[in-house]
């Protein structure tokens, strides 16, 4: 199983991004895909999860701002990020969890400036 995630940038305050992530190989219909972010000296913390019942999990700071969707057929997951702040700077991860284990992509930077 891979994932291949694309979609960050430099973006200005306020302005937004859309990231995605794609899953290859054996994947199983019944799986949860999310978003996760690190930021410099911080722990890797949940941003945004979805089943594949369409069930979603946001982190607070993040609600109503961000928004999780997949595209089941093509198993690929979208992080839809509008009215971005400068906190949410980081190397955002994709991940996707199923019966077989937990599998992540390689990060992509996302930088918000001030």
């Known amino acids: 199983v891979q994932l291949q995630a694309s979609g960050g940038g430099l973006v200005q305050a306020g302005g937004s991004l859309r990231l995605s992530c794609a899953a290859s190989?054996?994947?199983?219909?019944?799986?949860?895909m999310g978003w996760y972010r690190q930021a410099p000296g911080k722990q890797r913390e949940l941003v945004a999860t979805?089943?594949?019942?369409?069930?979603?999990n946001y982190q607070d700071s993040v609600k109503g701002r961000f928004t999780i969707s997949r595209d089941t057929a093509k198993n690929t997951v979208y992080l839809q990020m509008n009215s971005l702040k400068s906190e949410d700077t980081a190397v955002y991860y994709c991940?996707?969890?199923?019966?077989?284990?937990?599998?992540w992509g390689q990060g992509t930077q996302v930088t918000v400036s001030s």
């Open positions: 991940r996707l969890a199923m019966r077989t284990g937990d599998y």
């Open positions: 979805i089943t594949s019942g369409g069930n979603t």
């Open positions: 190989g054996s994947i199983f219909s019944i799986n949860v």
